[in-house]
């Protein structure tokens, strides 16, 4: 079945110890999304790419950063992880433009930072 | 841009019971509606859409009907399960045909034997 993978499902890191959590996708997606989701809230968009194209959210901290270095995979960097961005973090992909088209997320990585 | 407002809970339900979630929403035009499930531990999984108005979206006994006179876009469900129970989220494109959603802000449902 075509999808979207997460790996790995748990990380657990250190304060301050640079983390890189991966994603895969086997639907030939043009647009990859990274959201950070913190207890009983919505995601928050931090990045998406478009192709090639990295867009970044404005409120997104310098801290995280992503690297697309083909179409089926997209991974995201966390410099120097703080307590604060202990989260779950989902991965998705859209085929185009959301317009129409829906995203379609990966299980996410659950990021313990101690 | 577009926004939602989104019936929030936490809401505990008995078996077999009738489910609704209240959606509305602010945009410009008619975008498609999405609502979008996720089960405890999960990612979010797309439960269903409608493109445009007066369309009704269904899956797994769920529905929704696209109002654009009252810009709604209410979940319903007749009979809910004990495998129901997940956080329900309303989105819509934040603003024409952009490529980002904007999510309420999410409704735990739990559902009880």
């Known amino acids: 079945d075509a999808m979207v993978i997460q790996n790995p499902r748990y990380q657990v890191t250190q304060f301050g110890k640079p983390v890189t959590l991966s994603c895969s996708q086997t639907?030939?997606?043009?647009?990859m999304y990274w959201y950070q989701q913190k207890s009983s809230q919505a995601p928050k968009l931090l990045f998406h790419?478009?192709?090639?194209?990295?867009?970044n959210e404005a409120d997104t901290p310098d801290n995280f950063q992503s690297r697309r270095p083909n179409t089926s995979f997209c991974f995201l960097d966390i410099r120097s992880p703080g307590l604060g961005d202990a989260a779950m973090y989902l991965c998705a992909t859209s085929r185009d433009l959301v317009g129409g088209y829906e995203q379609y997320f990966g299980p996410g990585t659950r990021l313990t930072v101690t | 841009g577009n926004s939602v407002t989104q019936m929030e809970g936490p809401v505990t339900l008995s078996e077999e019971a009738f489910l609704t979630i209240n959606c509305t929403y602010t945009?410009?035009?008619?975008?498609?509606l999405f609502w979008y499930v996720q089960y405890p531990g999960e990612g979010l999984q797309l439960l269903l859409k409608a493109t445009k108005a007066d369309d009704k979206g269904s899956n797994k006994g769920f529905e929704a009907t696209y109002r654009k006179e009252t810009t709604s876009f209410h979940l319903e469900k007749g009979s809910v399960q004990v495998s129901d129970s997940a956080v329900y989220f309303c989105?819509?494109?934040?603003?024409?045909?952009?490529?980002?959603?904007?999510f309420g802000k999410g409704m735990k449902l739990t559902v009880n034997p």
């Open positions: 945009a410009t035009g008619y975008p498609s």
């Open positions: 639907l030939n997606h043009n647009v």
């Open positions: 790419y478009y192709d090639k194209d990295f867009n």
């Open positions: 989105a819509l494109p934040r603003q024409g045909g952009s490529e980002k959603l904007v």
